[in-house]
């Protein structure tokens, strides 16, 4: 069966990084953009990562521009602004596609494992709907991810446990990160 470990990602200064090398961590992987609503995200994540580096946790961070073009930026900029503006620590990877005919394997087969299943209830809820809706036309049957700051809870064996999308109250998944350490 396939798990992450399987995966080789670019880190953001174009190394290639087997994710084998995670192995045994239970590890949160994102797709976050600089310039989006969810950008906040970025301080409770690092909160949880302050927080539960030291039992063996780790967040993959991979910055990706095909929403409404929300991370314009190199990947040194990019670094810049997390760092500087929230002071991100967990490891940052180079700028990828999600979606669509260049999407990164590892966010195919995440997606594969744990498909959308909905912003859920609510108004603002329904207009991100709408909008990914839009956006994600042009992908087709490659539209993976919806949105910036969908996140893949990973456990110690490679497998994916959770996936939650970016209206996902930020304590229901650090909850979830302490259930699987």
Known sequence: MKTVYDFTVRDRKGNEV???????????????????GFTPHYEPLEGMYKEFKAQGFEILDFPCNQFANQAPGSEDEIHEFCTLKFGTEFPQFAKIDVNGENADPLFAFLATEK????????????????????????????????????????????NVIARFE????????????????
């Open 18 to 36: 087997a994710l084998r090398e995670y192995a045994g961590k239970v590890l949160l992987i994102v797709n976050t953009a600089t310039g989006c």
């Open 115 to 158: 498909p959308f299943a909905g912003f859920g209830k609510g108004l603002k809820n329904a207009a991100l709907n709408k909008f990914t809706e839009m956006n994600n036309k042009k992908f087709g049957d490659k539209a993976y991810i919806k949105w910036n700051f969908t996140k893949f809870l990973i456990g110690r064996e490679g």
């Open 166 to 181: 970016p209206t996902t109250d930020m304590k229901d998944v650090r909850e979830a990160v302490a259930a699987a350490l």
